[in-house]
C-alpha cells in the first residue's frame, strides 16, 4: 500500500467507508425486516387470543343458555308469575 500514490488512497478509503456505509444500511434493513415480523407476529397472535377469547365467551353464552332452560331459571313466563312475598303480608 506504501506504493499507491495519494490519489489511489483516497480512492482505497473512500471505497472502504461507502462499503462500510453499505454494510450498516444492510443491517438496519435487517432490523427493520426483524422489528415488522415482530409486529405482525404481536398483532395475528393478539387476533388469534381475540378470536379464541370470542369462541370461549359464545360457547360459554350457549352454555348458560342451556342450563337455563333445563332448571327454569331466566325464563321470564316463570318470573311473572311469581308473587312477591311483601305483596302477600
Given at each position: 500500500m506504501?506504493?499507491f500514490?495519494?490519489?489511489?488512497?483516497?480512492?482505497?478509503?473512500?471505497?472502504?467507508?461507502?462499503a462500510e456505509?453499505?454494510?450498516?444500511?444492510?443491517q438496519?434493513a435487517?432490523?427493520?425486516l426483524?422489528?415488522?415480523?415482530l409486529?405482525l407476529?404481536?398483532?395475528?397472535?393478539?387476533?388469534?387470543?381475540?378470536k379464541?377469547?370470542n369462541?370461549?365467551?359464545?360457547?360459554i353464552?350457549i352454555?348458560?343458555e342451556?342450563?337455563h332452560?333445563?332448571?327454569?331459571?331466566?325464563?321470564?313466563?316463570?318470573?311473572?308469575?311469581?308473587?312477591?312475598?311483601s305483596s302477600?303480608?
Amino acid at each position: 500500500m506504501d506504493n499507491f500514490s495519494p490519489e489511489d488512497k483516497y480512492q482505497l478509503r473512500r471505497f472502504e467507508m461507502i462499503a462500510e456505509k453499505k454494510n450498516l444500511e444492510a443491517q438496519r434493513a435487517r432490523q427493520e425486516l426483524e422489528r415488522l415480523i415482530l409486529d405482525l407476529e404481536h398483532k395475528y397472535t393478539l387476533r388469534e387470543n381475540i378470536k379464541a377469547m370470542n369462541d370461549s365467551a359464545q360457547l360459554i353464552k350457549i352454555e348458560n343458555e342451556q342450563t337455563h332452560k333445563e332448571n327454569g331459571k331466566g325464563s321470564a313466563n316463570l318470573m311473572g308469575a311469581t308473587t312477591p312475598i311483601s305483596s302477600l303480608g
